[in-house]
């Protein structure tokens, strides 16, 4: 992905993501710009959406060891399919 709701996004990292939540959520409480929650509430997800993953995974490694990876693998090419899939959440 590179885009969510029209907004560039990096999914290596998500350390823009947070910066870029902090600076729309910013805008919209001290500018009331109410254009920015949107977008603030895309960055937040994505940011959340992250760390969750980050947990789980580091929580199956015992487990699972670096097969770990290939639940990773199949979770995003699920999610993969159905953004591309679904018309209305076309890029």
């Excluded at 959520?25 to 959406?49: G, K, N, P, T």
């Excluded at 995974?57 to 699920?78: E, G, N």
Aim: glycine residues 4%; aromatic residues 18%.
């Amino acid at each position: 992905f590179s885009k969510i709701e029209g907004l560039g996004y990096n999914s290596v990292f998500t350390s823009g993501s947070v910066k870029k939540a902090a600076v729309a959520w910013s805008e919209y409480y001290f500018h009331h710009d109410r254009s920015q929650r949107s977008a603030a509430f895309s960055y937040l997800m994505i940011v959340i959406c992250f760390t969750l993953g980050a947990i789980i995974s580091a929580q199956l490694l015992p487990f699972f060891r670096m097969k770990t990876i290939w639940i990773a693998t199949f979770l995003i090419l699920v999610t993969d399919s159905s953004y591309y899939l679904t018309p209305e959440m076309s890029i």
